[in-house]
């Protein structure tokens, strides 16, 4: 039997309207991401993210660069927000995520996401990718809803920095089928330092603690592609920065020892990390190595580990992402 979406339900019960409605209300005084700026995105107020109630899509394709379950034969359906709710120094799509005076020509109609969904489904994609959604979460939903009244079938993934609102996930449960959210770090003095959280690991741990909830630990597949479940993401930093040990250790203790790691080595010192001493390098494989290690003592044995040498090949390029879509 072919896999339906979670939020076909909520389509036919009249739920997913309701949903999308409550969405676009959070940003009338703005909470949809745990900032609560507070301003009114309605009404074009600008808060951290520096955005208002239209979504921006700075790119979107069907992308070969995810997990191998997500990626599957004929690609992910990713579509790439603009901004972001972080200020990561070291971001490899700062070209987007930093970038708000040009990126605010990207805005786009909801009609026009939900039609950007459905030509990504038309080109064979195994799932819908939302990368990096969690500051355009109160508008999103509106054009899922849009896309599912058209025929929009496929699972949606919601890919995330981890620094969501649980509030605001809330509103997505039965929506998204895959949650893939990074753990950037388990410290929050860290996340402040190099991200401007202050709070990110506490954020975090509840926000990951409530997709778990929501998709538990188990993946469901349809045929070789993962339609149902948690992938959480770790970016190996270097010195120890992501601190990885205690995010292991926390989703060994307050989740469980099925959940799926994507243990990730392709940092390399972007954007404004080159000018920071304790970012401007490369992974050293000794700091690799003990990553793996700690997985193991943690008993996270689901997942993926990247190889070394992957900062070689994983430098995005948005600029020619835009004047060579579809690879053209």
Request: overall charge negative; glycine content about 8%; charged content about 25%.
């Amino acid at each position: 039997m072919a896999f339906i979406p979670s939020y076909i339900k909520l389509l036919e019960s009249g739920e997913l309207k309701t949903r999308a409605e409550s969405a676009y209300e959070k940003m009338r005084k703005c909470t949809v991401c745990p900032k609560e700026c507070g301003v009114d995105r309605t009404n074009y107020e600008y808060g951290f993210c520096l955005s208002g109630h239209l979504p921006i899509v700075s790119s979107y394709t069907p992308h070969f660069g995810e997990e191998p379950v997500l990626s599957g034969t004929s690609g992910a359906g990713n579509i790439f927000f603009g901004n972001c709710n972080l200020r990561c120094i070291y971001c490899q799509n700062y070209q987007i995520s930093q970038n708000w005076e040009a990126e605010k020509f990207n805005e786009t109609s909801y009609e026009k996401l939900a039609e950007i969904m459905l030509e990504l489904q038309e080109r064979g994609c195994h799932n819908i990718g939302l990368v990096s959604p969690t500051h355009f979460a109160g508008s999103i939903l509106k054009s899922i809803y849009i896309a599912a009244q058209k025929g929009l079938r496929l699972p949606i993934i919601y890919n995330s920095n981890g620094y969501d609102s649980v509030e605001t996930l809330k509103l997505y449960e039965g929506v998204v089928d895959i949650y893939l959210p990074d753990f950037k770090y388990g410290s929050s003095e860290y996340g402040k330092l190099y991200s401007n959280a202050k709070d990110y690991f506490e954020i975090a741990c509840k926000a990951i603690k409530e997709m778990h909830r929501q998709v538990g630990s188990e993946l469901v597949f349809e045929g070789n592609t993962v339609a149902r479940g948690l992938i959480i993401r770790h970016l190996v930093l270097p010195n120890d920065l992501s601190e990885t040990e205690r995010v292991f250790k926390f989703i060994s203790e307050e989740l469980d020892n099925e959940v799926h790691i994507s243990l990730m080595s392709q940092y390399y010192p972007a954007h404004k990390a080159i000018k920071e001493p304790l970012l401007s390098r490369t992974l050293r494989p000794i700091e690799y190595y003990k990553a793996i290690e700690l997985m193991e003592k943690y008993g996270l044995k689901n997942g993926w580990i990247q190889e070394l040498e992957s900062y070689n090949y994983y430098r995005p390029d948005f600029e020619y992402d835009r004047k060579n879509p579809f690879g053209n």
